[in-house]
């Protein structure tokens, strides 16, 4: 048998909790999977400062060794750049280069234009310079075909697979409790779910019904100013980070997991809060992947965010047939995730 050549992972890291953000969770799953059959990989942590003070000394010092190193391993790995904004490294990479791309991302989805554009410049260097571009599901991969005009043939859908850690845990006990967990970004729309929950705030009975919102972003003060506003913010509680054990628990105790998002590449945490059994509400008109809202809840408009919100809630039986229906189906998703991504390295 042909021996394998090392998988270079080229990842996100620029804080010490970058493993709790969805990029270092996709991270840590190809790890996982190149442990489970043996395989050799080398991480490598890519950074780019976001105070424009650093960027000299990032320019003079950070990126001439990040490149060295790549130099150095020469053609000898198989390079897989887990985030595309990291492909201003990939001219620099010699032998098979895989790029992940997690959306196709538009000006709304960062504060400066300026961000944008840089984005925009990294992303179509890692299309020129990447040998197969991999998508994390078939919205990505129209995305990247119908916005930026990346051939087809290039082109890999790969549908995330959800961490086997998040599971329904048996005696946890479910509180009153809405939950969202991702970006505190524009396109998570996250101001909707905030105004829903003032609506649910305001019916018979709810007096004890708390939000709780896991993420960090640009829109955390916007949102905190929201809800102070609409005299609940005593009832909405944020944190930028919580642990592994703590978002397994915080899946568990919730009975709603909420997902008003616009677009998403994957959506992880639905999967996730599924496999917990917390049943999950998204937007039918949002750019999701049908694949991972198939078991959850659809609604209109942020009247219907909050009517589904107050009925699972409220009505016993229907949170029980969403929540063992979403269970059932997020245990059983990504059974191909394996297969697909070692062909992709080694076949």
């Known amino acids: 048998m042909t021996e394998r050549k090392p998988v270079l992972i080229i990842e996100h890291i620029d804080h010490k909790d970058s493993e709790k953000t969805g990029m270092g969770v996709y991270s840590r799953s190809i790890k996982n999977l190149l442990d489970s059959v043996g395989a050799p990989y080398i991480k490598l942590g890519a950074m780019i400062p ?15 060794a990040l490149i060295m190193r790549l130099r150095k391993l020469g053609s000898n790995v198989i390079t897989h750049v887990a985030w595309e904004a990291y492909g201003f490294i990939t001219p620099f990479i010699r032998g098979k280069r895989i790029v992940t791309f997690h959306h196709v991302l538009s000006e709304n989805d960062f504060p400066r234009r300026s961000w944008y554009f840089l984005w925009k410049i990294f992303a179509r260097m890692a299309i ?3 040998d ?22 290039k ?5 995330n697979k959800p961490s086997d850690a998040y599971v329904t845990v048996d005696g946890v006990e479910r ?24 609506k649910v705030c305001d019916r018979d009975g709810m007096s004890d019904v708390r939000l709780k919102i896991v993420g960090r972003g640009w829109e955390g003060k916007p949102l905190r100013d929201l809800a102070n506003s609409l005299n609940i913010g005593d009832r909405v509680e944020f944190a930028e980070y919580i642990s592994k054990e703590d978002l397994l628990m915080f ?6 997991f909420a997902n008003p998002s616009l677009r998403e590449g994957f959506g992880a945490p639905i999967m996730e809060a599924q496999r917990c059994s917390a049943p999950v509400i998204f937007l039918k008109h949002a750019e999701i992947p049908a694949e991972v809202t198939k078991a959850a809840v659809g609604c209109e408009d942020e009247d219907e965010f909050a009517d589904a919100m107050y009925r699972l809630l409220t009505d016993k039986g229907y ?12 245990t059983s998703f990504g059974k191909e995730y394996d297969e697909k991504m070692l062909d992709l390295y080694f076949g």
Do not use: C
């Not at 197969?132 to 043939?153: K, Y």
């Open 50 to 64: 976001k105070e424009s003070a650093k960027y000299l000394r990032w320019l003079l010092f950070g990126l001439p």
């Open 128 to 130: 020129s310079h990447s």
């Open 132 to 153: 197969i571009i991999l998508a994390i599901s078939p919205q990505t991969r129209d995305d990247l075909i119908n916005m930026l005009g990346v051939p087809e043939s």
């Open 155 to 159: 082109i890999r859908v790969v549908l």
């Open 175 to 198: 509180e009153r409790l809405i939950g969202f967990v991702g970006s505190l970004t524009k396109r998570k729309n996250i101001d909707l779910l905030v105004r829903s929950f003032k």
């Open 251 to 256: 899946y568990n105790r919730m009975m709603v």
């Open 319 to 330: 949170w029980s047939e969403v929540s063992e229906k979403g269970e059932a189906y997020a």
